[in-house]
């Protein structure tokens, strides 16, 4: 399986952006899709997860209400639609994939990661 993730940038507080994942080699539909973050000198954060077969999500309390997640299966692609960006949402996005299905922000359960894309939240 490799994911691509794609849609970071430089944006301003409160400002929306979505990014997306895009799988390919496999279809998602029987995993755990989840989205981390890592900035500068913390520790890489679990984000939300999704189970692409029915939709559940699992969200982090740190981003509950402003940051949401969905899946088109028939393009095989995850979103991340991140709104009322501060700047502590500052940080490389990464998404991956666990491939026991199990819905989850544990990073060591997931099995493949895309390269990251970099979200710049200014002041």
């Known amino acids: 399986v490799q994911l691509q993730a794609s849609g970071g940038g430089l944006v301003q507080t409160g400002d929306s952006l979505r990014l997306s994942c895009a799988a390919s080699?496999?279809?998602?539909?029987?995993?755990?899709i989840g989205w981390f973050r890592q900035a500068p000198g913390k520790e890489r954060e679990g984000v939300l997860a999704i189970s692409p077969s029915d939709g559940s999500t699992f969200v982090a309390d740190s981003v509950k209400g402003r940051f949401t997640i969905s899946s088109d299966n028939a393009k095989n692609t995850v979103y991340l639609q991140m709104n009322n960006l501060k700047p502590e949402d500052t940080g490389v996005y990464y998404c991956?994939?666990?491939?026991?299905?199990?819905?989850?922000?544990?990073?060591?359960?997931?099995?493949?990661w895309g390269q990251g894309t970099l979200v710049t939240v200014s002041s």
């Open positions: 080699g496999e279809s998602l539909d029987y995993y755990a």
């Open positions: 991956a994939l666990d491939d026991s299905g199990w819905l989850n922000l544990d990073d060591f359960e997931y099995d493949y």
